[in-house]
């Protein structure tokens, strides 16, 4: 099923699930760019879709008399006996592209008909002021605190695994993250909570377990990088694990090291393209990119090192490699966002405060037409950098407002 059409949310999708404890849900794969599942909302269940976002805590959704909202459906308060607003206080996203604001409100939030949590908080959003948002809202599901303060003054944690845990519907407080390589399709891409599916591990692979060093977000020791066998260096010992960014994203230093070992160690010459904001690399030869374009490792933790193979890092495009990483300026971290996702089952674990990856089964890289791509590139260059850029700054002011994907499209 391609990306906008309805699918039915299926529960449990493997038969060993119960005897585990845990649950698994489809997910939709738009582009290999935006990961999104669906949330069923008020007393009537009204199904909508939602980025599922590891880098920002909150839960948030466009109401019925949101302004310039651009999605199709959206959320009718009015028909729900359940739905209640619980502050007065409105509540304001900033973006550098525009902004969105509304009230806390709460109301029934499912993940399918036995997976419900009543009275779940939420941000109502009303006024997205000409943000083009694609999805109805967002599932933030970083560790970080999304307390919200009550009309009663009193302050609330509102983690949707959180709640999921205090109303005895997961015994775990553990969710997981399959994201394949299928663009533009659905039941590919799992998301699970209450635990993990080994089935979905390749055979040969086992877990490897990164402590969260801020928990803020799934922050992890990034140890070291190399392109290949060459030593990257770096500005930062942080990465962020984030499911709401397409790409890779590191501190202009770092990428900036890593052009230069790709021309002096691999005689990739790279210029960086202001129109497309991206690095492109002069590869005409195909059979040479393919074979001789090193992959990116990362080491996290003491020594668990994670390979990204050329091609979830570069898209060739005529006789240019275009390096998908995005320069984060000054910012002291990396965001290994959906591209490193896609290579290793991911596992987070909010009960020992950790982070597991394991190898998954879709290993292959995904083909691109050339239409194709000039989207896909197009689609990658404002969330990563814009959006997501503009929330994770908050973490030295207010660390509440999710990020979201918003992006124009690449010029051929």
């Known amino acids: ?21 845990y649950h698994e849900y489809a997910m939709g794969n738009y582009l290999n760019a935006q990961y999104y599942g669906e949330l069923q909302v008020g007393s009537n269940r009204e199904t909508h879709e939602f980025i599922f976002d590891t880098g920002s805590p909150w839960l948030w959704i466009s109401g019925l008399d949101c302004k310039y909202c651009h999605t199709k459906d959206l959320f009718d308060s009015k028909s729900s006996t359940s739905f209640k607003r619980v502050s ?35 941000i109502e959003v009303d006024d997205t002021d000409e943000m083009a948002l694609r999805y109805n809202g967002v599932l ?3 560790p970080g605190s999304s307390n919200i303060l009550t009309k009663q003054n009193k302050k609330v944690n ?64 990034l140890r070291k990088a190399t392109v290949g066998d060459t030593m990257v260096v770096t500005s930062t010992n942080d990465a962020i694990i984030d499911s709401g960014t397409s790409y890779i994203a590191m501190p202009t230093s770092d990428l900036l090291s890593l052009v230069d070992m790709l021309d002096t160690v ?52 005529s006789n240019l490699c275009y390096l998908t990483i995005m320069p984060l300026g000054e910012q002291d971290f990396w965001i290994l966002g959906d591209s490193f996702m896609r290579n290793y089952y991911a596992i987070f674990d909010l009960d020992n405060n950790r982070v597991g990856l394991a190898g ?52 051929p």
Not at 5 to 21: I, M, N, V, W, Y
Request: proline share 4%.
């Open 1 to 21: 099923m391609i990306a906008g059409e309805r699918a039915k949310t299926t529960s449990s999708l493997d038969p060993k699930s119960k005897r585990e404890g």
């Open 88 to 122: 007065s206080e409105r509540k304001e996203l900033f973006y550098e592209t525009g902004s969105a604001a509304g009230y806390v409100a709460q109301d029934d939030v499912c993940l399918s008909e036995d997976v419900c949590v009543n009275e779940m908080l939420f």
């Open 140 to 142: 933030g599901l970083s």
């Open 158 to 221: 509102n983690s949707y695994i959180d709640q999921l845990y205090k109303a005895g519907l997961i015994d775990k407080r553990v969710f997981s993250m399959y994201l394949s390589d299928s663009a533009n399709a659905y039941n590919t891409s799992m998301f699970t909570v209450g635990g993990y599916n080994t089935e979905k591990f390749a055979p040969d692979r086992n877990v490897t377990w990164n402590p969260v060093t801020d928990k803020t977000y799934w922050t992890v020791k």
């Open 266 to 317: 691999h005689g990739f010459k790279c210029a960086y393209e202001d129109f497309n904001k991206l690095y492109a690399c002069n590869c005409p030869d195909l059979t040479v990119y393919k074979e001789t374009f090193p992959p990116l490792k990362v080491t996290l933790s003491e020594s668990n090192t994670y390979e990204i193979p050329y091609t979830d890092y570069t898209q060739r495009r």
């Open 360 to 411: 998954s089964y879709t290993m292959e890289p995904f083909q691109l037409t050339f239409v194709m791509l000039a989207a896909y590139l197009g689609i990658a260059l404002m969330v990563a950098v814009v959006i997501r850029v503009m929330y994770l700054m908050c973490k030295k002011g207010t660390r509440d407002q999710p990020a979201m994907d918003v992006r124009q499209p690449l010029a």
